[in-house]
């Protein structure tokens, strides 16, 4: 049986074909990003009719708590008008159409907010637009790059965003950390490989807990570029929210995974029509925040820092105020958003906040 063909697959030989083996994180760019063939400007993949769903797209409850913490954050940057809230990867429009009703419970707030949403697929923009058609009375506006948004105090939100950023890995050869790469085997398949000269630059990069890894492990990094720069708009006065999967430590091993109609895939197979993640590595984040002069505040669990936020009392709300037949819809969400088993978010999601010095607290991080 031959195996289905792309048309990025095709860019993707012919690259190798041109300059040999390209990396993981060349390769993944171009299964996510490509202008014309990339996963993101070809499909809307979220939700039960795509390939995954994410938190918003679970409750709207996940949305309402972020709007409400927005509100309380920007009380604490003391109140700026106006104020940018600049989202990542919005998805389909569903976390800040949720946020901005909430944070109609702060007039004051959603008066002063002008909201950026920073995304480069056309297809998502125009789903974006439609799902935020609504809003009349908030500010709206859409950028490739947070370098197209004015520097002013802002609150950055990114929900499940660090996750499909593209990711380097390495693994450990007598000869030192080589590159993984994507190279094309004998009967003509994508394959992995690595390549035949060490890294020159890694070694003094490597965190304490992977300096001594074993030969044939892999360590994963991303680029930390994006990371100083969102927690250097925080640190001038601001504050930023970052949710996603990932562990708390940087340690070795490989997360590259794919998602194609709601089942894990060969991440090698029908390249821009698979989604592609790995794991976020939550210490790295640190670093880069602090380096940049921001106060880091978490991480925390997803489950833990939703439930300091209220969302228990959310949910007995709608319980309440449901028909008989959606309520156990409303606890079955809850569990899954914050529950701790190995199908639910609550452990496996974490969240961590980036602010200006001055910020002690942010609401979520501290019991």
């Known amino acids: 049986m031959t195996e289905q063909r792309t048309p990025l697959d095709a860019e993707i030989r012919a690259r190798i074909a041109r300059a040999g083996p390209i990396p993981i994180a060349e390769f993944m ?38 709007g409400l913490w927005t509100a309380q954050v920007w009380r604490s940057m003391g109140r700026p008008a106006p104020v940018a809230l600049i989202e990542f990867g919005p998805g389909r429009g569903t976390m800040m159409r949720d946020a901005l009703r909430a944070a109609r419970a702060a007039p004051e707030f959603r008066r002063a907010v002008r909201v950026h949403l920073i995304e480069t697929s056309s297809k998502l923009q125009s789903q974006q637009r439609r799902t935020l058609s609504g809003v009349d009375d908030v500010a709206l506006h859409w950028h490739a790059s947070i370098d197209e948004v004015p520097a002013r105090p802002c609150i950055i939100v990114a929900n499940e965003f660090f ?28 394959t992995l490989t690595v390549a035949h000269e060490p890294l020159t630059d890694l070694g003094w990069k490597l965190p304490a807990a992977v300096a001594h890894a074993r030969i044939g492990e892999l360590f994963e990094w991303r680029p ?44 090698l197979t ?5 989604d592609l993640t790995a794991h976020v590595d939550f210490e790295a984040l ?12 978490g991480p925390v669990e997803q489950g833990t820092w939703l439930k300091r936020l ?17 309520r156990a819809d409303i ?17 496996l999601f974490k969240a961590i906040a980036f602010s200006a010095p001055a910020i002690a607290h942010l609401p979520g991080f501290t019991p």
Not at 233 to 251: E, F, Q, T, V
Request: with cysteine; aromatic share 6%.
């Open 29 to 66: 760019a171009l299964c996510l990003y490509d202008p014309q063939h990339g996963y993101y400007n070809q499909r809307v993949p979220f939700g039960a009719a795509g390939d995954f769903i994410t938190a918003p797209e679970i409750s709207q409850m996940f949305g309402e708590m972020i």
């Open 163 to 190: 996750d499909a950023l593209p990711v380097r890995q390495a693994e450990r050869r007598p000869t030192g950390w080589h590159e993984r790469m994507v190279a094309v085997d004998a009967s003509g398949a994508l």
């Open 224 to 267: 930390c570029k994006l990371t100083i720069e969102i927690a250097r708009r925080a640190a001038a006065g601001g504050a930023a929210l970052i949710i996603d999967y990932g562990h708390l430590k940087s340690a070795t091993g490989d997360t590259l995974q794919a998602v194609r109609s709601h089942r894990y895939a060969n991440p």
């Open 270 to 274: 029908l390249p821009g029509l698979t």
């Open 286 to 297: 640190s670093k880069a925040a602090e380096a940049a002069g921001a106060r880091v505040h």
């Open 310 to 326: 209220g969302i228990e009392t959310r949910a007995a709300m709608l319980e309440a105020n449901a028909p008989e037949s959606k």
């Open 331 to 347: 606890a079955a969400a809850l569990l899954r958003l914050t529950g701790t088993g190995p199908d639910q978010m609550g452990s």
